[in-house]
T-cell receptor
Framework: AQRVTQPEKLLSVFKGAPVELKCNYS??????LFWYVQYSRQRLQLLLR??SRESIKGFTADLNKGETSFHLKKPFAQEEDSAMYYC???????????FGTGTRLLVSP | EAQVTQNPRYLITVTGKKLTVTCSQN?????MSWYRQDPGLGLRQIYY???????DKGDVPEGYKVSRKEKRNFPLILESPSPNQTSLYFC?????????FGQGTRLTVV
């Protein structure tokens, strides 16, 4: 069965510190991985996807198939990064997204 | 502008009183879904629809119904709401894993 695990409910860092939000998945096929973000009082939105291999708002994520991980990283956190972050997995060829339980990132000044 | 619109944003109702939460998208997406968001449990899929007249259960479908008579609309129906359905609900439409979410509906059942 597909499963996405985000082990940290809350991650609290100071501004300028590096950030790593962990995401592990279990899936037997070839998954597509995504990070979604929900800022306060806003709707969920796509942050980045592994197939794009892009950096959005300074965030990057690399798919590590050996460790079945897709951790989200940013070298220097900003206060505006404070939000709820969800890792999600999709079957190749299907539309369903399976979400993790989310990690709340709090960046303090 | 690409968007998903759901209404109402807030709803307080009593146990057993039928209600409908509407969801509409303007992106011509075939795939739409409903999620509920609960603290510590993340987003859980309630129902989804692959296209008009094609719907199926998600992970937590009990107590909910949906319909998909038109491509753009995907209403969520609670025939007899109960307090354990108090939650934050999101509608989404997606293509290739890129999901667009509605603003959310905060439902309280007393």
């Amino acid at each position: 069965a597909q499963r996405v695990t985000q082990p940290e409910k809350l991650l609290s860092v100071f501004k300028g510190a590096p950030v790593e939000l962990k995401c592990n998945y279990s899936y037997s096929g070839s998954p597509e991985l995504f990070w979604y973000v929900q800022y306060s009082r806003q709707r969920l939105q796509l942050l980045l996807r592994h197939i794009s291999r892009e950096s959005i708002k300074g965030f990057t994520a690399d798919l590590n198939k050996g460790e079945t991980s897709f951790h989200l990283k940013k070298p220097f956190a900003q206060e505006e990064d404070s939000a709820m972050y969800y890792c999600a997995l999709k079957n190749t060829g299907f539309q369903k997204l399976v979400f993790g339980t989310g990690t709340r990132l709090l960046v303090s000044p | 502008e690409a968007q998903v619109t759901q209404n109402p944003r807030y709803l307080i109702t009593v146990t057993g009183k039928k209600l409908t939460v509407t969801c509409s998208q303007n992106m011509n997406h075939e795939y739409m879904s409903w999620y509920r968001q609960d603290p510590g449990l993340g987003l859980r899929q309630i129902y989804y629809s692959m296209n008009v007249e094609v719907t199926d259960k998600g992970d937590v479908p009990e107590g909910y119904k949906v319909s998909r008579k038109e491509k753009r609309n995907f209403p969520l129906i609670l025939e007899s709401p109960s307090p354990n359905q108090t939650s934050l609900y999101f509608c989404a439409s997606s293509r290739s894993g890129r999901a667009f979410f509605g603003q959310g509906t905060r439902l309280t059942v007393v």
